[in-house]
């Protein structure tokens, strides 16, 4: 055990230049997942031990004993396995140094990317079938961190109480879209007459009709960061991707009065689907890519260029149909790339839309929203 008292001040500075974590396992020091409270658990390890008799001791121990660039902050674990578990064999004083120099780099590597420090973090999830979905702080913050960006600890949740319906029965859509306005006005709207929006960070898994009418409550906000959701590996952060992305916009091929929109991203959807629904006398507009997945979308660009698309997608229709036309949007699409599609659409300037989900229990797409009925 360590007979050195640090001065409050060099504490300080070694809590500061490891940014609060561990410096071998990177746990934030200032919460125990295991108790899931708040509570100090930092110790502050020395390297070379501050006595002869210590791990790693040696004749020099009296001469460092106090000094911050032999100490290396760590979580009551990683000091037990530091010390004891694997003693000085694995743990070398060079190593040590290593590990601190390297983990102290990445925070002054970290701190200098921050772009943003009024960045508000939204989350929405709403049931898909018989499942909850959940977003986890965690994971909020493990892509806020790689983005690196500032934003506080909690998440603004647009989330309304959990609904009695299910996304296969008309009374759910009307519920749900009527939750997320009120607490898009409470928890958002306020804050944009009070101009204290600032960059907008979105975590959003629902049914895809009420992400793209989530992504038209944000669409005259123009900060706003989009994150998908990766299954491989499970996370939130933007991955370190730098392949492009190929759209491709396909015309009708024949002219009708009922159009109908695929958002061909996720999934190909075969003109039978649409017509199962609409009749066989549609003029049918598909935008799609070169490997429809619901993994696709891996790094920013891909979703921006796919935003550019859209736009392109809704002046062809206005200029192929007019304006006051009404087009039936039929997603299969990931998470982002709803939300997206909402934003990107201009009601006062774009045709009226009305938006199906796809839904086994249904037998196919089914009608979600008639924004045609609702005007403009």
């Not at 759910?172 to 409470?186: D, G, H, I, N, P």
């Not at 009420?210 to 992504?215: D, F, M, Q, S, V």
């Not at 392949?243 to 002219?255: D, L, N």
Request: proline share 4%; net charge negative; with cysteine.
């Amino acid at each position: 055990m360590s007979k050195t008292n640090l001065k409050t001040q060099d504490k300080w500075e070694l809590y500061f230049k490891c940014g609060g974590l561990c410096s071998l396992c990177c746990e934030p020091l200032d919460y125990d997942k295991f108790s899931r409270s708040e509570i100090n658990v930092k110790e502050y390890a020395h390297i070379i031990a501050d006595s002869k008799e210590g791990t790693r001791g040696s004749a020099e121990s009296k001469k460092y004993a106090g000094d911050i660039d032999n100490i290396i902050l760590l979580c009551p674990t990683c000091h037990t396995k530091v010390d004891k578990d694997k003693s000085p064999e694995f743990y070398t004083v060079e190593k040590l140094h290593s590990i601190k120099n390297n983990h102290e780099q990445r925070v002054r590597e970290q701190l200098s990317t921050l772009q943003n420090e009024h960045a508000l973090v939204v989350k929405y999830t709403s049931k898909i079938g018989d499942n909850q979905p959940t977003i986890t702080n965690e994971k909020i913050n493990e892509a806020v961190r790689t983005a690196g960006l500032i934003a506080p600890r909690y998440p603004i949740d647009l989330n309304p109480n959990n609904t009695a319906f299910y996304d296969n029965i008309r009374q759910f859509w009307s519920s749900e879209w009527a939750q997320l306005q009120e607490k898009f006005r409470q928890e958002i709207s306020v804050l944009k007459e009070q101009s204290r929006s600032g960059k907008i960070l979105l975590f959003a898994i629902a049914p895809i009709p009420l992400l793209i009418r989530l992504g038209m409550l944000f669409g005259d906000i123009t900060e706003v960061d989009v994150f998908q959701k990766h299954r491989e590996p499970d996370t939130w952060a933007w991955l370190d991707d730098d392949s492009q992305i190929r759209y491709e916009i396909t015309t009708p091929t024949t002219k009708s009065s009922t159009v109908a929109v695929k958002l061909s991203l996720s999934d190909n959807i075969t003109d039978d689907r649409i017509q199962n629904v609409l009749g066989n006398d549609i003029a049918i507009w598909n935008i799609t890519h070169q490997n429809p997945n619901n993994d696709y979308i891996k790094n920013r660009e891909h979703l921006a260029t796919l935003r550019g698309k859209y736009r392109e997608l809704f002046r062809l229709i206005r200029e192929y149909h007019g304006q006051d036309t009404v087009v039936h949007v039929f997603p299969a699409c990931p998470v982002s790339a709803a939300v997206e599609f909402g934003r990107a659409y201009m009601p006062k300037a774009d045709a009226h839309l009305v938006l199906y989900d796809q839904n086994n229990d249904n037998n196919g797409f089914s009608l979600a929203f008639d924004l045609s009925s609702e005007g403009k």
